[in-house]
């Protein structure tokens, strides 16, 4: 069982930046790619940015060029930069990870077996 803990949310201005940290603790179960989604109340969860450990990369299209993510091998780390912040970033961020996800898949909710509590970040205008 691979349990992430996050960290990092909080409560920003517009243009300001944050970075969030997702630490997979005990075994990691060949889970080898780690994800962040966000969720709003009301709406479905929706993909931010993924990393696999070879160091592939995905992004979703509202963030690119905003976020970026990286990862720490030694630390079982997945970081994610978010730098100009936008009031419409304001959500509950959740880390996800996975043993099993595909390069097309890595956007998917249902692509990814562990879950983090979530974190808040908001953004004000």
């Known amino acids: 069982q691979v349990q992430l803990r996050e960290s990092g949310g909080g409560l920003v201005q517009a243009g300001d930046s944050l970075r969030l940290s997702c630490t997979a603790l005990?075994?990691?179960?060949?889970?080898?790619?780690m994800g962040w989604f966000r969720q709003t109340p009301g709406k479905e969860r929706e993909f931010v940015a993924a990393?696999?450990?070879?160091?592939?990369?995905s992004y979703a299209d509202s963030v690119k060029g905003r976020f970026v993510i990286s990862k720490d091998l030694a630390m079982n780390t997945a970081y994610l930069q978010m730098n100009s912040l936008k009031p419409e970033d304001t959500a509950v961020y959740y880390c996800a990870a996975g043993r099993r996800v595909t390069t097309s898949t890595m956007h998917s909710v249902g692509a990814y077996d562990y879950w983090g509590q979530g974190t808040q970040v908001t953004v004000s205008s």
């Open positions: 990393i696999r450990w070879t160091d592939t990369t």
């Open positions: 005990g075994r990691t179960d060949g889970a080898d790619v």
